[in-house]
C-alpha cells in the first residue's frame, strides 16, 4: 500500500465537515436495520441481528467518504440501504435533499440511476454468461437507453477505464482480477451516478493491481466531479482515499471526521488500534508504531447480543463500570470532531 500512498500526492481539500455549510449530496439519519432471526416452522422472531444501529453521516458533492471497520461490523448493510437493495427498520436517506427512504415504483428505479455500487468481489459480481458489452449497457437499458446510443457509450466507458474496445465481446473469465473489477466500474459508471458506493472494491486484488484500481478511481474522480462512499475493513487504503472517514464498530459509527483529524487525533481507542495496524513509509514512524502496535483481543461481539452500554468495552483496555453502565453518544468532546467514548484519547 506504499504504493499507493505516495502515488497520491494532490489530494483535494477536505470538504467542510458535517453540516459546515453548504447541502449535503447524500444524507444518512439515525438509519437502523435489524435483521429477524427466525426460528422453528412457524418462523418465530427470537431476536434480532443488530446489523446497523442509528448510523448517520452525510457525503459532499465531489469527495470521498471513508467507511472502515472489522468484517461483520455493518458496512455493507449500509450501502445495501442506501442503495435501497433491502428496506431499513427506521432512519432516513436524503439523495439531493429529496427523502429517498421509502420510494419505489417508477421513483425507485429513477433514483436506482444515481446510486450505482462497485462490489468486492469482481468473480461473483459479472454474470459468466454475459459479454462485456452486454454488462456495461445493461443498466442504461434498463434505464430506457437507445441500443445504439448505449453501445456507443460502452466503447468510451471501457476506454475511460482502461480497456480497449475489443473487450467488449469478450466475456469475463477472459481477464484478470484487476480487468474485472475495471469493467465493474465501467457498468457502474454507465448511467452517470451522483454518488457510487465502492464496497471493498481492491481488497479481492493482488496488491500490485490495488494501487492500478485506487488510482484509476481517483483519476475518474478527478476528471468526472465523482462522489464516492469508499467501504474498507482496513484504514490503509481508506485514509489514503478519503476526505473524511467513519469508523464502524458493531453496527455504530464510533469516530468521524476529515482525514486529518481523524489521523492526527485518533480520538476512539478502536480507531487507534486499527491505525497501529496501518503501516507508514517513515521509518522512524513505523519503528514507533510496532512499539506501540494495539493487538485487539477477542472477536466481534455478536451482533445479535451486544455488549451492554460501550459495545466496545468488552475489547478496550480502557474500559470501567461506566462503559457498561452508560453508552456514549457520538459527539463532539472537545477534540474538533465526534468521538463515541467515554474516555477519548
Ligand atoms: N440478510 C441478512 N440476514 C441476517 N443477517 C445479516 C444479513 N446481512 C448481513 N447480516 C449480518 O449483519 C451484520 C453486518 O453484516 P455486513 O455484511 O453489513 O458487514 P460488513 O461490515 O460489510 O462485513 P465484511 O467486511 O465481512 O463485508 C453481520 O453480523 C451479518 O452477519
Ligand atoms: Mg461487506
New binding site residues.
Given amino acids: 500500500m506504499t504504493e499507493i500512498l505516495a502515488a497520491r500526492s494532490s489530494s483535494p481539500t477536505p470538504s467542510p465537515f458535517l453540516g459546515g455549510g453548504s447541502q449535503p449530496l447524500l444524507e444518512i439519519r439515525n438509519l437502523v436495520k435489524y435483521?429477524p432471526i427466525t426460528r422453528g416452522l412457524l418462523k418465530r422472531t427470537v431476536g434480532h441481528?443488530k446489523?446497523v444501529d442509528d448510523v448517520s453521516y452525510s457525503v459532499m458533492q465531489g469527495e470521498t467518504f471513508g467507511l472502515v471497520?472489522e468484517?461483520?461490523?455493518?458496512?455493507?448493510?449500509t450501502a445495501k440501504l442506501v442503495l435501497r437493495l433491502i428496506n431499513p427498520t427506521s432512519g432516513q436517506i436524503f439523495l439531493d435533499g429529496k427523502d429517498i427512504t421509502y420510494l419505489d415504483g417508477a421513483g425507485l428505479r429513477a433514483m436506482r440511476k444515481d446510486l450505482q455500487i462497485v462490489f468486492q468481489d469482481p468473480y461473483a459480481s459479472l454474470n459468466p454468461r454475459m459479454t462485456v458489452r452486454q454488462i456495461v449497457s445493461e443498466p442504461m437499458i434498463v434505464q430506457g437507453v437507445a441500443k445504439s446510443e448505449a453501445n456507443a457509450r460502452v466503447d468510451d466507458l471501457l476506454q475511460l477505464c482502461g480497456l480497449a474496445r475489443e473487450h467488449a465481446a469478450r466475456y469475463p473469465h477472459e481477464f484478470s482480477g484487476g480487468q474485472r473489477q475495471r469493467v465493474g466500474v465501467a457498468r457502474a459508471l454507465a448511467n452517470k451516478p451522483k454518488v457510487i458506493f465502492l464496497d471493498?472494491p481492491v481488497s479481492a486484488l493482488d496488491v500490485s493491481i490495488q494501487a492500478q484500481i485506487v488510482n484509476l478511481l481517483e483519476d475518474l474522480q478527478d476528471e468526472m466531479g465523482l462522489t464516492y462512499v469508499f467501504i474498507a475493513?482496513d484504514l490503509s487504503v481508506v485514509s489514503h482515499i478519503s476526505d473524511r472517514i467513519g469508523v464502524m464498530y458493531l453496527g455504530k459509527i464510533v469516530e468521524q471526521g476529515t482525514r486529518e483529524q481523524v489521523f492526527s487525533h485518533p480520538s476512539h481507542p478502536y480507531t487507534k488500534a486499527l491505525m497501529s495496524a496501518v503501516p507508514t513509509p517513515d521509518p522512524k514512524l513505523e519503528r514507533l508504531r510496532k512499539k506501540e502496535r494495539i493487538v485487539l483481543e477477542g472477536d466481534l461481539p455478536s451482533?445479535a447480543d451486544p455488549p451492554s452500554g460501550c459495545r466496545f468495552r468488552t475489547r478496550c483496555w480502557k474500559a470501567t463500570d461506566l462503559c457498561a453502565a452508560e453508552e456514549p453518544a457520538l459527539v463532539d468532546r472537545g477534540l474538533g470532531h465526534p468521538v463515541a467514548c467515554h474516555f477519548p484519547e
Fill in positions: 435483521f441481528v446489523a471497520g468484517s461483520g461490523c455493518g458496512k455493507s448493510t471493498e475493513h451482533a
